[in-house]
């Protein structure tokens, strides 16, 4: 008799676990799950969320504010293969005091730069696997380092997402969903008021990358950055050699 009731109570034991992982199985199976959807870039851009009601697909629609902009970049991902050309302006008393133009490879972690000084001397730099190899035209040394997950947007010149993601929400004055030369963006404007600073910055919403920043002190352009003709992902029949060193060693093969 002790038997049969153990070997009830083992049945019973099974019979709800098995219940309890089949109710847990089909939650995560037909649950319907929440997305992040930016707003339509013809609607207002300035209204904070109420509510975050969801859409006809099931998405909760997250109007771009002040508030939530930060949040909207963290969401964004950022192409993981593609090419396109940056250039950068400095400037000085309202006059321009040099360009910096930029060809860049990126590719599974790893980016190529190739950057054209004001001086018209070239600067090389891959960045991958945690490490930065830098080197210059002419030049048969190359300098080997530990890299930072912002190194590769540095060597760029370019503005990090750490940079915005950074600010102070109490000194970000604008935020929206605009368009960029065509683009979709993320729009981010902030003020720095104790080193007398304006910063503006340009995500695109399609592939998270930064397009477009500038900066004012006092009133007056420091800095500004455009991207141009982003190509995504890689043509691998045109970057043999990209992630090689100037002696013909080759860190990373695209694709």
């Known amino acids: 008799m002790e038997d049969r009731k153990r070997t009830m109570l083992a049945v019973v034991i099974i019979a709800v676990v098995l219940v309890a992982v089949l109710y847990s199985f089909s939650i995560n199976l037909f649950a319907v799950h929440p997305?992040?959807?930016l707003p339509?870039?013809?609607?207002?851009?300035?209204?904070k969320p109420s509510g975050g009601a969801a859409d006809a697909n099931g998405g909760i629609v997250v109007e771009v504010s002040t508030q939530t902009v930060q949040s909207l970049i963290a969401f964004l991902t950022r192409y993981e293969s593609y090419?396109?050309?940056?250039?950068?302006e400095y400037y000085s008393e309202g006059q321009s005091v040099g360009v910096v133009s930029a060809?860049?490879?990126?590719d599974g972690g790893w980016t190529r730069?190739?950057?054209?000084l004001s001086s018209g001397r070239v600067e090389h730099s891959i960045v991958g696997d945690g490490r930065l190899w830098l080197w210059y035209d002419q030049e048969t040394?190359?300098?080997m380092g530990p890299?930072?997950?912002i190194s590769a947007d540095l060597v760029q010149r370019l503005p990090t997402y750490e940079d915005v993601l950074a600010l102070d929400k109490s000194s970000i004055t604008s935020a929206g969903y605009v368009e960029r030369d065509g683009l979709p963006c993320v729009y981010v404007e902030a003020v720095r008021p104790e080193l007398g600073y304006t910063e503006r910055y340009w995500v695109s919403e399609t592939s998270g990358l930064l397009m477009a920043a500038e900066a004012e002190k006092d009133g007056e352009l420091i800095y500004s950055m455009s991207s141009h003709e982003v190509v995504s992902p890689l043509a691998l029949d045109q970057t043999a050699g990209v992630f090689s060193l100037p002696?013909?060693?080759e860190l990373y093969t695209p694709g």
Not at 83 to 88: G, K
Not at 103 to 106: D, E, G, K, N, P
Not at 113 to 116: I, L, P, Y
């Open 83 to 88: 090419s396109r050309t940056v250039s950068v």
């Open 113 to 116: 730069a190739d950057v054209t």
């Open 35 to 37: 997305t992040l959807e």
């Open 103 to 106: 060809q860049v490879w990126a």
């Open 141 to 143: 040394s190359v300098y």
């Open 40 to 47: 339509d870039p013809n609607a207002s851009s300035s209204v």
């Open 247 to 249: 002696d013909g060693t």
């Open 147 to 149: 890299a930072e997950e």
